[in-house]
């Protein structure tokens, strides 16, 4: 099984800043793409940044400039600097792992449990 660990979320400022880290563990022989959704209350979970292996990366319009994606490939990690945060930007935040279990496996879609993020006015 492969597992995600979240941690960095809390309680900040409007124009604050946080940085969220995901570690993946377990059975695991690669890694494609990682990436953070967030789930505001009542709204559909939405992409926030993905970054491929090789490091391209996407990012939702409403963060473009204000939150940078990266990955740590040895210690399979991947992080979200969020600045200049909004009271928008208030949702839970959930990891997300495509990776493979073995080299004839498919790549699976793999979720952390979530971590919340508050932006107060």
């Known amino acids: 099984q492969v597992q995600l660990v979240e941690s960095g979320g809390g309680l900040v400022q409007a124009g604050g800043s946080l940085r969220l880290s995901c570690a993946a563990s377990?059975?695991?022989?690669?890694?494609?793409?990682m990436g953070w959704y967030r789930q505001a209350p009542g709204k559909q979970r939405e992409l926030v940044a993905a970054i491929t292996s090789g490091g391209s990366t996407n990012y939702a319009d409403s963060v473009k400039g204000r939150f940078t994606i990266s990955r740590d490939n040895a210690k399979n990690t991947v992080y979200l600097q969020m600045n200049s945060l909004k009271p928008e930007d208030t949702a839970a935040y959930y990891c997300?792992?495509?990776?493979?279990?073995?080299?004839?496996?498919?790549?699976?879609?793999?979720w952390g449990k979530g971590t919340l993020v508050t932006v107060s006015s």
């Open positions: 377990g059975s695991i022989f690669s890694i494609n793409a």
């Open positions: 997300n792992v495509v990776a493979k279990r073995s080299p004839l496996a498919y790549a699976m879609d793999y």
